[in-house]
């Protein structure tokens, strides 16, 4: 699995874009990029994932950079609620998906 | 979909005693759960791969005698804590992917609570 490195915190304005770094500079080719959050005291949440392209989905944008070195996970209109740790993870999707979880940003979004 | 439950989603037990948490997935079938551990201000650490039907595989320095798995059907896993000791008190987290491979996108229960007196 991928080491990732993430800033151990970020603070953004509510309605504000979230934008949430990530290096991951020893993925291997076959490994994609996982984004999972946790609120306090719950089990962690999936929010996207991807290997090569950027994607998209109802909860985020995933932009991956050309040499797949890092990405960066982007909430639109972070809300109160997006408080959490965000978690970027790289995983082998075809290899029963074991994960294994870095430090996270705590991701603070205030009024 | 991919609804991933938990039971119970805490309990408070005596030293000494086991203390079984089950891990169900509700709208699709796993061959493969993960059980995880995590203490306060802590990150998620995996604690063993749940297999159906065959034994499971545990991480390095996890103690398979005291953390006893079951994967005994395609919708249910179950991690007994034995002689648990206050040292044992932490979040467990069950996860599971869908489909027969496990090469889906995992999604994780809401975590069960062990306090150990």
Same mark, same amino acid.
């Given at each position: 699995?991928? #080491? *990732? ?26 490994? $994609?990029? $996982? @984004? $999972? ?8 949440? $999936? ?11 109802? &909860? ?18 972070? *809300? ?20 294994? +979880? ?10 | ?8 989603? @805490? ?5 000494? *005693?086991?203390? #079984? ?11 493969? &759960? ?20 065959? #034994? ?23 991690? *007994? ?9 932490? +979040? ?26």
């Amino acid at each position: 699995d991928a #080491k *990732t490195t993430q800033p151990p915190s970020m603070d953004c304005a509510e309605g504000r874009a979230a934008n949430l770094p990530c290096n991951h500079s020893t993925i291997s080719g076959n490994e $994609y990029v $996982y @984004w $999972y959050r946790q609120i306090h005291s719950q089990g962690p949440q $999936y929010i996207i994932h991807g290997l090569k392209n950027n994607e998209t989905n109802e &909860m985020a944008s995933l932009i991956i950079t050309e040499d797949r070195k890092s990405s960066t996970l982007i909430l639109p209109h972070a *809300t109160l609620r997006d408080t959490a740790v965000y978690y970027c993870i790289g995983g082998l999707y075809n290899q029963g998906g074991k994960l294994i +979880f870095g430090q996270g940003t705590e991701l603070s979004v205030k009024p | 979909g991919a609804v991933v439950s938990q039971h119970p989603s @805490w309990v408070i037990c005596k030293s000494g *005693t086991s203390v #079984k948490i089950e891990c169900r997935s509700l709208d699709f079938q796993a061959t493969t &759960m993960f059980w995880y551990r995590q203490f306060p201000k802590q990150s998620l650490m995996l604690m063993a791969t749940s297999n159906e039907g065959s #034994k499971a595989t545990y991480e390095q320095g996890v103690e398979k005698d005291k953390f006893l798995i079951n994967h005994a059907s395609l919708t249910l896993s179950t991690l *007994t804590v034995t002689s648990a000791h206050p040292e044992d008190s932490s +979040f467990y987290i069950c996860s599971a992917a869908p489909g027969t491979s496990g090469s889906d996108t995992q999604y994780f229960g809401p975590g069960t609570r062990l306090t150990v007196l």
